[in-house]
């Protein structure tokens, strides 16, 4: 890629653990430990992980609704990570974000007009009241809801109609990019096919691009231009979504593939069992972070020194020391 839309370089995100009487800082989690990716004007990047291994922290530095503890981002060839508080609202109308919770990222306290509107209102992109209104209503309409929803509050919506409000709220200010974090997870099966689709249908027709954060490989298989998976903070396989599912090579991915459904009940996949938990983030394991649960790791290699992410074909990265 060239000109990327999105450049992530380096990406690392700390949270310091503080306690004791004096409330001093008595560790750190890595939440995110030097993530580094391009994301091309039009593409859907997948970003998968399991629980709690950094993928939303990820997005939300790139937004900068998390302050990075170091790493760099550009957007559009402008370096967000240096930007003031004045120009980074201007640059929220390019880079906007759907909430995981449909519940929970929606004000009760406010109808569904005003929570689209807010964005019009701040970046001042409509003239008069009935030009707010209108562009409200087409909002409304563009995500499959009525002019009828304007004066509703949330409550009175289901989840995926939520979700459906969450969308047309990050389109008000017709962006580029849109971070989806975990933005179908907490729907029904048959929900997250609608949002999926609608998700696709807006991405063609608004030329959209979108960094799709998810933990479910399935979810992601067929949406997904590219597919990166994390493990504990750290990027260890990206490829393009055809080459990842029918050719992972890093050992964690393979893992994840293994407990993805296969819809042919002839067809029978053997699932890889991974030994133990995630470890702490607060003091992740030496050199390869996967290597505590490695079924193929190599000791003392893969315990002492960390893989980088290398380049094994065209598009192709793994972070292993036995598969790049």
Same mark, same amino acid.
Not at 53 to 75: M, N, Y
Not at 109 to 116: D, E, F, N, S
């Given at each position: 890629?060239?000109?990327?839309?999105?450049?992530?370089?380096?990406?690392?995100?700390?949270?310091?653990?503080k306690?004791?009487?004096?409330?001093?800082?008595?560790?750190?989690?890595?939440?995110?430990?030097?993530?580094?990716?391009?994301?091309?004007?039009?593409?859907?990047?997948?970003?998968?992980?399991?629980?709690g291994?950094?993928?939303?922290?990820?997005?939300?530095?790139?937004?900068?609704?998390?302050?990075?503890?170091?790493?760099?981002?550009?957007?559009?060839?402008?370096e967000?990570?240096?930007?003031?508080?004045?120009?980074? #609202? @201007? %640059? +929220?109308r390019?880079?906007?974000? *759907?909430?995981? $919770?449909?519940?929970? =990222?929606?004000?009760?306290?406010?109808?569904?007009?005003?929570?689209?509107?807010?964005?019009?209102?701040?970046?001042?992109?409509?003239?008069?009241?009935?030009?707010y209104?209108?562009?409200?209503?087409?909002?409304?309409e563009?995500?499959?809801?009525?002019?009828?929803h304007?004066?509703?509050?949330?409550?009175?919506?289901?989840?995926?109609?939520?979700?459906?409000?969450?969308?047309? #709220? @990050? %389109? +008000?200010?017709?962006?580029?990019l *849109?971070?989806? $974090?975990?933005?179908? =997870?907490?729907?029904?099966?048959?929900?997250?096919?609608q949002?999926?689709?609608?998700?696709?249908?807006?991405?063609?027709?608004?030329?959209?691009t979108?960094?799709?954060?998810?933990?479910?490989?399935?979810?992601?298989?067929?949406?997904?231009?590219r597919?990166?998976?994390?493990?504990?903070?750290?990027?260890?396989?990206?490829?393009?979504?055809?080459?990842?599912?029918?050719?992972?090579?890093?050992?964690?991915?393979?893992?994840?593939?293994?407990?993805?459904?296969?819809?042919?009940?002839?067809?029978?996949?053997?699932?890889?069992?991974?030994?133990?938990?995630?470890?702490?983030?607060?003091?992740?394991?030496?050199?390869?972070?996967?290597?505590?649960?490695?079924?193929v790791?190599?000791?003392?290699?893969?315990?002492?020194?960390?893989?980088?992410?290398?380049?094994?074909?065209?598009?192709?990265?793994?972070?292993?020391?036995?598969?790049?």
């Amino acid at each position: 890629m060239s000109k990327p839309l999105l450049r992530v370089d380096k990406l690392v995100k700390h949270f310091g653990i503080k306690g004791g009487f004096l409330g001093r800082e008595q560790g750190r989690v890595h939440a995110v430990d030097g993530v580094s990716f391009d994301l091309a004007a039009g593409e859907t990047l997948g970003l998968v992980d399991e629980s709690g291994c950094g993928k939303s922290t990820t997005g939300r530095c790139i937004l900068r609704l998390i302050e990075p503890t170091s790493g760099q981002v550009w957007f559009d060839g402008r370096e967000v990570t240096a930007l003031g508080k004045t120009e980074l #609202r @201007a %640059l +929220a109308r390019d880079m906007q974000i *759907i909430f995981q $919770d449909p519940y929970a =990222s929606l004000n009760p306290r406010m109808t569904v007009g005003a929570i689209i509107g807010a964005a019009l209102t701040i970046h001042k992109l409509t003239k008069t009241r009935a030009d707010y209104e209108a562009r409200i209503v087409d909002l409304l309409e563009t995500v499959g809801l009525s002019a009828d929803h304007l004066r509703r509050y949330p409550h009175e919506f289901s989840g995926g109609q939520r979700q459906r409000i969450g969308i047309a #709220r @990050a %389109l +008000a200010v017709s962006p580029k990019l *849109i971070v989806c $974090d975990e933005a179908v =997870s907490a729907l029904d099966v048959s929900i997250q096919a609608q949002v999926i689709n609608l998700l696709e249908d807006l991405q063609a027709k608004f030329k959209l691009t979108y960094l799709f954060i998810a933990h479910d490989l399935s979810v992601v298989e067929h949406t997904s231009t590219r597919v990166a998976v994390m493990y504990l903070g750290r990027i260890v396989e990206i490829a393009s979504s055809r080459e990842l599912y029918s050719r992972p090579l890093h050992p964690y991915t393979e893992a994840l593939l293994s407990a993805v459904p296969i819809p042919d009940p002839t067809l029978k996949r053997k699932r890889i069992m991974l030994q133990g938990d995630v470890p702490s983030p607060i003091n992740p394991p030496s050199g390869c972070h996967f290597h505590t649960r490695c079924p193929v790791k190599q000791l003392p290699l893969c315990a002492s020194e960390s893989p980088e992410l290398k380049q094994t074909s065209d598009g192709h990265w793994v972070a292993c020391h036995l598969r790049s």
